[in-house]
Structure formats: C-alpha cells, structure tokens
C-alpha cells in the first residue's frame, strides 16, 4: 500500500474531512498520493457542477465518498428529501464529469444494499435494500454503471461494511455504546439485540481505498465488498464495550427501529483476489484502539 507511485497522481477524495473520508486521505498521503480535498466543510458542493468539474479536471482519480450517511437525519420526510437528492445527484455530477474527462472513478457504496439475507452473499448477490440510505446508494451504483455502458466510464465500486474506529460519528452505534459506558449510563439496543454487523475498522475501510488505485486495472468495472467477515451481535457489541470500558451501566431494550438490517452477511474473498485486501483487524484488536482513542481525549 506504501509504495511509491511510479508518477505523480492526484486524487479527488469526496468527503474528505469525513470520519471515513479523512482516514483514506491519511492513508493516500502515507502511499506517496497527492489528495486534493473536496468537502462541504472545506465550502466545496458536489451539487455545484462548474465548481466540481474544475477540481475533477486537474485528479487521475476521483474517489467519491461524501454522501448523507446518517440514517437518522433521514427518518423524517424532509431530510429524506434532502439526503436522497444530495446522495443521488452528486454522485450523478461526479460520474458524468468523470465519464467526460476519461477520469477514473472509485465509489463508496455500503453493504446494506443486500438488506436482510440469509446466506452470505458475493457481489453478484440480489440487492434488496430495507432503508432509504442502501437505496440512494444502489441508485449511485446504477448511474455508474450506466455512464460505463454508454461512455466506457472506468469505474470500482466498493462496497463498504458498518464502519468503526477512531474518528467516528456520535451518530454510529459503538460510538453511542461507548459513550454511555464511560457515563455509566444506560446502553440502549434496539430490539433484542440480535441484530449482528461485519463491523469494519476504518484503518481497513481506507487500505481497500488504496488497494483499489493501487490494482485498478485488475479490479476495473467490477463491485467488490470490502468487509470483516466476523460477525458481531448488537448484544455483544454492548457486552464488550461495557468490559473493556469498566462500566456499571445497565444494558437495556428499546424499540427496535423500523427499517432496521438485521443480518449482514458478506463474503470478501473478491477483495482478496483482485484487490490483495484483507482486514487486519478483528473485533477485539478493534475495540481496543477505538478505546485507546476514546481514552486519550478523541
């Protein structure tokens, strides 16, 4: 992943200043890449199309990854509106600015566009999203796709796996779990808490981004999951949190939400294959650095 590029290659990264997004950047930077950022905080707009299109003419690369990706802003009507325009349509903008430039492109898609699935399921597995967001994001991977049939848009799509880890959201369940057992507060599951996740460190998530330059050629056109393959329940995830951390706190039931994936089951064999990728942390060594992390401050 460290080696030096052969020539000098800039990369587009949307959503760069992201939980998600400033890991890859970190991780580009350390493999020898120039990252040029692109970021609502930074006043940049994938809707903006003249804006986007003079930062995409001068990349090799355009990984896109900004996205509305908190599923509560999207539980009511009008911040669905909001989170399904901005998803679809700026990924609209980047692959036809992408296909008309001949600039190559990495997409950020996620795992849930699988929905709930009884056997583990490959990238060529039926999708069947069970919430707003996994739709907005199988809606970006179509677009693609059909800027590749008609303009040879060259393209990966990845899919990613519920992401933890240093930097994460309020928003993301370990980081929720984790804040109310430092408080000793309540952990609160929704439902049973049989829910599981191949919960995925972010140090791994931003290796398969690099690993995709790096083998792009041998991975072109295709979707690849880029994913844990240990599954761990909502209980267990409380359980283990509440250990490490010391806590006294109760751990309780809650309504379960209604779009709620129960079952994420994916193979990543296709990541080793064609992208040599594989995780290199498991639940626990994970859990142990995003503790590390909360310790010392966030």
Request: hydrophobic letters at 40%; proline letters at 1%; glycine letters at 6%.
């Amino acid at each position: 992943i460290y080696a030096t590029p052969r020539y000098k290659m800039n990369i587009l990264l949307t959503g760069s200043e992201g939980f998600i997004g400033s890991a890859i950047k970190r991780k580009l930077e350390r493999a020898g890449y120039t990252v040029l950022c692109y970021d609502k905080k930074l006043g940049h707009d994938i809707l903006d199309l003249v804006a986007l299109e003079h930062h995409i003419q001068s990349s090799n690369y355009v990984i896109h990854v900004a996205a509305q990706a908190n599923m509560y802003e999207m539980e009511n009507i009008n911040g669905a509106y909001e989170g399904t325009d901005f998803n679809i349509r700026g990924t609209h903008n980047v692959a036809f600015l992408c296909a008309k430039h001949k600039i190559k492109l990495i997409y950020a898609s996620t795992i849930c566009t699988y929905g709930n699935i009884e056997q583990q399921a490959t990238e060529d597995a039926k999708v069947n999203p069970s919430e707003l967001y996994a739709c907005t994001k199988y809606a970006g991977e179509v677009i693609i796709q059909g800027y590749a049939l008609n303009f040879d848009l060259e393209y990966i799509i990845l899919r990613f796996a519920a992401t933890y880890g240093p930097g994460m959201r309020s928003a993301l369940g370990v980081h929720v779990f984790f804040a109310q057992a430092l408080q000793d507060k309540d952990i609160t599951i929704h439902g049973d808490g049989r829910q599981v996740r191949t919960l995925t460190h972010v140090d791994d998530i931003a290796a398969g981004c690099a690993l995709a330059i790096r083998h792009f050629d041998n991975a072109r056109d295709e979707i690849i999951n880029i994913s844990q393959h240990e599954k761990v329940s909502a209980i267990q995830m409380a359980e283990d949190i509440k250990k490490i951390t010391g806590s006294n706190s109760k751990i309780i039931f809650v309504d379960q939400r209604h779009d709620q994936t129960f079952d994420e089951n994916v193979c990543n064999q296709k990541a080793w294959k064609l992208l040599n990728w594989l995780p290199k942390y498991n639940w626990q060594q994970g859990l142990q650095h995003t503790y590390n992390w909360f310790k010392n401050g966030r």
